[in-house]
């Protein structure tokens, strides 16, 4: 007989936790199954926080959660995020969540408790979101994998969730495995996931020169080969950095769904959640349009690449998990903003909505990034799930 979860949480990666979760529904497809529950989602009867002590606004209840009980799986309680999911490292106002497996380092985020209550083996998968990498990033760190859903895909539902962005906001899975992930895919969506071979599948490698460290470039590159040992046909790829699109794009919608809040001279974020959205609020009509004119170009830029490549793979991460505190990471090409390094290599597929999966790698602490064609996720995740199986 297994042994209970550890729910001692020296991690801090639990926002709530009921006495008694709440129960899914007997008898469904995701019955046995166990949940977390980001803490941007609407529960009834449970807080919701966001991670912050400011105020934040109602949500209502989570369409996306109420199904998934519904289909059978079971809600253990909420976890911590990035406050308000504004960032890439866990860091919040309830004393910050770290690593599962070294103390010292951060999760990553937003969805940061998400990552580490699957990692620990507390749940069986975790409900999180992305907006420019919040499920990917800390899925890689953690050494969990993680599926960000096209955009708008009809079963993965934000209502009854705070927004951060809502043109790049996603909720999607966190899980140990894949094999979980397209389980509760396919209970959403009513259709089976089938394994899809590699043979003859055109895979655009995005490795940019200097991006990354050596440890993230070789488990890349190792990724790629053995995608080639399996028939894939793998070709390097260029797509541009597109911070300067989505950018101005989140801050400035995230400074509008927390207006209310800015209104006071210290509504109880941290300093550099503060900063963050009061600099979307300065933004002008202008400045916000020509990001939006800017994210068209790189669409059309996108959907050229995926008429020569069906799937593109990517790393996750810049490196492997920084130290808590640490503000820059060195990468091939020099010392660099942790937030720039990180969300260069994610945020480009949430500000242009395609289904993307984050995969463990060889290397600890290190995932990469397999990118499918829009509306093309349960393909993507065939393939993910043949991967998987063969590894």
Same mark, same amino acid.
């Given at each position: ?116 209550? +699957? ?34 895909? %009809? ?81 390097? +790829? ?9 950018? %101005? ?143």
């Amino acid at each position: 007989m297994s042994s209970p979860p550890d729910f001692s949480d020296p991690q801090r990666a639990w926002a709530y936790r009921p006495a008694e979760p709440l129960a899914g529904a007997a008898g469904g497809p995701l019955s046995g199954l166990t949940f977390s529950v980001k803490d941007l989602f609407g529960v009834p009867g449970w807080p919701l926080t966001a991670s912050t002590r400011a105020p934040v606004p109602e949500v209502g209840e989570s369409v996306l959660v109420r199904r998934l009980l519904e289909l059978g799986a079971s809600a253990v309680g909420k976890t911590h995020l990035h406050e308000v999911a504004l960032g890439i490292t866990g860091l919040n106002g309830y004393g910050s969540t770290t690593h599962p497996f070294d103390a010292q380092r951060v999760p990553g985020g937003s969805s940061s408790g998400a990552a580490v209550s +699957v990692a620990l083996e507390q749940v069986d998968f975790a409900l999180g979101t992305d907006t420019g990498g919040s499920i990917r990033v800390p899925a890689a760190w953690c050494g969990v994998a993680g599926y960000k859903p096209t955009k708008g895909h %009809p079963d993965w539902s934000t209502q009854g969730a705070l927004p951060l962005s809502w043109t790049c906001d996603h909720a999607g899975p966190l899980a140990r495995n894949l094999a979980t992930i397209t389980r509760v895919q396919a209970a959403l969506t009513g259709r089976p996931i089938q394994p899809q071979g590699w043979t003859g599948v055109r895979v655009g490698l995005w490795l940019p020169e200097g991006w990354t460290d050596d440890a993230v470039r070789d488990a890349t590159l190792a990724f790629a080969a053995d995608l080639e040992r399996r028939g894939a046909e793998v070709t390097p +790829v260029h797509l541009p950095e597109m911070l300067d699109a989505y950018s %101005p794009i989140v801050l400035s919608e995230a400074a509008q769904v927390h207006a209310e809040a800015l209104q006071q001279a210290d509504p109880g974020f941290q300093p550099f959640t503060l900063s963050a959205l009061r600099q979307g609020a300065a933004l002008t009509e202008a400045e916000v349009q020509q990001a939006f004119d800017r994210r068209t170009d790189y669409a059309w830029l996108l959907n050229g690449v995926f008429m020569a490549f069906d799937v593109l793979l990517a790393p996750a991460v810049p490196t492997p998990p920084p130290l808590i505190g640490q503000d820059e990471v060195t990468v091939g090409e020099g010392v660099l903003p942790l937030r720039r390094a990180v969300l260069r290599l994610t945020a480009p597929f949430s500000l242009l909505g395609v289904p993307t999966v984050s995969l463990p790698t060889a290397a600890p602490s290190v995932g990469v990034q397999l990118i499918g064609r829009h509306g093309e996720d349960d393909r993507l995740l065939g393939l993910g799930l043949a991967w998987e199986q063969g590894t």
